[in-house]
């Protein structure tokens, strides 16, 4: 166990569908990361929270948004869903803010559209 | 924009003996380099990490070499073993921590028994 949570670790659902991803970070951590990561290609960034701020965005869809909440668990939101958003969807947390710039990511939600 | 990539793929190493996993950065103000590993359905595990004022840093069976000047990063483990089997991304960021972490495309590491 790594320390961030992921919620669900499966989720199938319909084109047009909306889902929300949630994580839970390590304990103490206040920094959030989210990427996605379809099948065999490398992690792509989304977007980073800290301590309830969005502080960097990658390649995030404007179909896709996310939050950090007052008690730092984060929730990815993906809307209008299409068959290429089938993905893996990692969450990660950092202490950068302690000196330790390492992530540590959770095991993933893998989220499946048909 | 930057990037960090990774030159092989797929890397094929028998049981026993060293390997050697590449990884090219574009980035010349990245300060900070880590090392991943990802097994099958798993989340990325860090495995080292290394700062732009060191050339070499090593762990428990892996090392990290960093050539600034050619902005190249390798990780070395030694006496592959088959729990070694997974996907290997390097990553790169800036200083402060606010930069996200840039991951290069992965490399698999198959270990032949």
């Known amino acids: 166990d790594s320390g961030v949570t992921q919620t669900p670790k499966h989720l199938i659902t319909a084109t047009g569908q909306r889902v929300t991803l949630r994580c839970s970070p390590r304990?103490?951590?206040?920094?959030v990361y989210w990427y996605q990561q379809s099948l065999d290609q490398g992690l792509q960034f989304l977007i980073q929270y800290y301590n309830g701020e969005e502080r960097a965005k990658g390649n995030i869809l404007e179909r896709f948004s996310a939050q950090q909440f007052p008690d730092l668990h984060s929730e990815l939101n993906l809307s209008s869903l299409e068959l290429g958003d089938s993905a893996l969807y990692f969450c990660?947390?950092?202490?950068?803010?302690?000196?330790?710039?390492?992530?540590?990511f959770g095991s993933g939600t893998r989220l499946t559209v048909v | 924009g930057e990037s960090v990539g990774l030159h092989l793929p797929t890397l094929s190493v028998q049981e026993g003996d060293n390997s050697i996993i590449n990884c090219a950065y574009s980035n010349s103000a990245s300060d900070y380099f880590i090392w991943y590993k990802q097994e099958s359905g798993k989340g990325p595990q860090f495995i080292i990490d290394i700062r732009s004022n060191m050339d070499k840093r090593q762990g428990q069976r892996v090392t990290v070499l960093l050539n600034k000047t050619v902005k190249h990063l390798s990780l070395q483990i030694a006496a592959t073993q088959p729990g070694d089997s997974a996907v290997y991304f390097c990553a790169e960021t800036g200083s402060g921590g606010y930069q996200k972490v840039t991951f290069g495309t992965g490399t698999k590491l198959q270990v032949i028994p």
């Open positions: 990660a947390s950092s202490a950068w803010d302690r000196g330790n710039y390492g992530y540590t």
């Open positions: 304990s103490g951590d206040l920094s």
